[in-house]
């Protein structure tokens, strides 16, 4: 067997570079409104599932009821009807103003979010699926249309910072890939109270922003060592989480903001809505922050009370919590949320070990 010869990173790179330059000076030369996508390599590149980004429940039951075949002949029929929007479609509408704002201040910059259609949806269904992104009149260029198959070998070869789908297991997988993912739900007819002007994105803190390795004291050895635990390593930063990187990313946008002085209506405010105490073990979690280099806008210490009337009253675009009880409760007062299977918490149901992982998602695609 031959062996491949190793590519040499700077000529990789600066083809790389010849056919971006290229593919602008293509895109700039076309009349259009729509802007350009960005590259890859400098976006904060969003993956969506069609069943997020559009309401499909009716043809996930034709799927689901008679097949495949049928399912396809029925998009087919259909592509020129556009879909419902879906529980995703309010976050990437707040994706896009971001985008126009960022394109106002730094016109050539490529520093934006990228929103990926990621689907396990046959190509025959595509059409319907443009037909609806146009209609909405959406900024979606690059899509990912795997005919059955799972989408999550492709995250990674398209930059992905973060994926949202409806199928659980594959938000795992995407986890276990090391890429920041939730599974989303639909909590009624929100969109008309969400911002249209300002991303709302909330936290919770352990097994999302940070690691769980304070829950598993929680859960093994009660609040009080938990606490003794938080004291004694209040200046030991907590391991980061599956979801520390997409705050990452969010963060390097707020602060093209900040460089135009633009910090009190920047687009983007992000918000930490943990069940910790402050005084008890809320050092910890501000220390770790400030030793990534990250800010929160708003830090919100419940000491165990219920997140939903809290939630009820940020209106977040997505709320991204470990545990399904939390989930559930934020549902039920109306607000968008994304559950983030990681962690020792999948091991437990309000406060009850369970054998298995809560099957909180049942639908699939």
Known sequence: MSEIKPTDPAATNAGEEKDWAAAKAFFDSLKTRKPRPP???????????SRTLFNMVAERKIYEEEGVEKYVTFQQEHENEPLMPGVAFPLVKAL???????????????????????????AQVGVRLINSINHYDLTIERFCMTGGQSPIGYLKAYMTNLYLSKDGEKVTEAIEEGIA?????????VENQLSDTQLKVAFDG????????????????????????EKEFENKPLAQGPLKCFLEALGKLQRKFYAKNERMTCPIRTYLVTARSAASSGARVLKTLRSWGLEIDEALFL??????????????????????????????????AAHVPYGIGQKYHKGKLIEQPVNDVKDKK
């Open 39 to 49: 590259k890859p390599q400098y976006a904060v590149t969003i993956a969506v599932s």
């Open 96 to 122: 896009m103003t971001v985008n126009s704002r960022l394109r106002q201040l730094y016109p050539d910059s490529e520093e934006l979010f990228d929103i990926v259609l990621m689907t396990n949806n046959h």
């Open 181 to 189: 993912a939730a599974t989303m739900f639909a909590s009624g007819d």
């Open 303 to 336: 000491a165990g009370a219920p997140k939903g009337p809290l939630l009820q009253k940020i209106r977040p675009h997505i709320f991204f919590d470990d545990q399904m009880f939390h989930i559930e409760g934020a549902k039920e007062l109306g607000t968008i």
């Open 206 to 229: 352990d097994a999302v922003l940070f690691s769980d390795e304070s829950e598993i004291i929680v859960k093994q050895h009660g609040l009080d060592t938990f606490f003794e635990h």
